[in-house]
């Protein structure tokens, strides 16, 4: 199948799905778009969308439906129906393929890939890594789990948002390589931040301090491009109040997949576990489950959190 000039139904246009959905239409896709927020479908309209209507109105007439959603329980939700109304994969046309790029159990992913094959649909988990600034760019990496030669199938599609496409694996294994990807970058987060709050509180310029670590041995993606100092990096989602970002409720979910596929493996994950008991700690304050993760530098600092 050539998927070049299909039509797309892109469901989820938050802070990750709307950058990839415009990809897609620059690319020349058409691209018919749903989200429960009317501005978000609004803005990608403008952009050159069709508003899709729900997600099965889009679903019925596109060739390919691709999912940008928070978690497992809404892709299944989206998928195979809940509360009387019917899940995509029942009015999809057969032949056609379904991509779930969101970020969820491999077991949930395994779930929805069993029942889409019932159905003669493809379905393909395809997790991406590289933040919003990466979906805006088009250089994300995508960790892909699903049969090899459907793998190539939706290569092309992928590559109009994505720089670094990887096969990890049959379905579930996109999920598997992102949840290890995810509880490294958390406990990354949560030691640099703690790195540099530690310099600052001893009087170290926090901009200082970072270029030293990151030309030194502690030198790491975060310090890199994601900064959690404000000011540091001013693209960073610390220079904007931590917003649009990787909220930090999300990160939580990510180190909790992380300890669920753990507990079903021959061994423990104390690093991701102590990264998640701060994430914990931190999303329980009000207002901050919603900041992006690089904000868990206030447990440190409070002072660097928005009023
Ligand atoms: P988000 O909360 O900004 O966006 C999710 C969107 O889905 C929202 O616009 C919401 O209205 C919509 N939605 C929820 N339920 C829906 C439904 N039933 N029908 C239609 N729309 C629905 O989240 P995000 O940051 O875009 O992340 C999406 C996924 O990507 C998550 O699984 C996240 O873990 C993963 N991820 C995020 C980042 C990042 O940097 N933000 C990076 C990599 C992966």
Not at 171 to 176: E, F
Not at 257 to 278: F, K, S
């Amino acid at each position: 199948m050539n998927t070049k000039a299909k039509h797309i139904a892109f469901i989820g246009l938050g802070n990750m799905g709307a950058p990839m959905a415009v990809n897609l239409l620059k690319h020349g896709y058409i691209v018919s778009v749903v989200d429960l927020n009317a501005d978000a479908v609004a803005a990608l309209v403008e952009a050159g969308a069709r508003d899709g209507g729900s997600a099965q109105e889009a679903a019925a007439v596109a060739d390919i439906v691709l999912t940008m959603l928070p978690a497992g329980e809404h892709v299944k939700s989206v998928y195979l129906g809940a509360e009387g109304r019917q899940g995509v994969l029942a009015v999809l046309p057969e032949g056609a393929f379904a991509i779930d790029c969101s970020t969820i159990a491999a077991e949930d992913a395994r779930l929805v890939a069993a029942e889409a094959a019932k159905r003669g649909i493809a379905f393909a988990d395809a997790p991406v890594s590289g933040g919003i600034a990466g979906a805006a760019a088009g250089t994300l990496s995508f960790m892909v789990g699903a049969e090899r030669e459907h793998f190539e199938r939706i290569l092309p599609l992928l590559q109009a948002m994505g720089k670094n496409i990887f096969h990890a694996g049959g379905h579930g294994a996109g999920q598997v390589a992102k949840i290890c990807n995810n509880m490294l970058l958390g406990v990354l987060m949560a030691g640099t931040a703690e790195a540099v709050a530690l310099g600052v509180q001893n009087g170290l310029d926090p901009a200082v301090l970072s270029d030293i670590m990151a030309k030194s041995s502690g030198g790491n993606w975060v310090l890199n491009g994601y900064n959690p100092y404000p000011g540091v990096m001013p693209n960073a989602p610390a220079g904007r109040a931590y917003r649009n970002g990787f909220m930090s409720k999300l990160m939580l979910k990510d180190l909790r997949l992380a300890e669920e596929l753990a507990r079903h493996t021959p061994q423990d994950t104390p690093m991701g576990g102590q990264a998640r008991l701060l994430y914990e700690r931190f999303a329980a304050e009000e207002g901050n489950a919603d900041l992006d993760f690089s904000a868990v530098l206030g447990l440190y600092l409070p002072q660097v959190l928005p009023e």
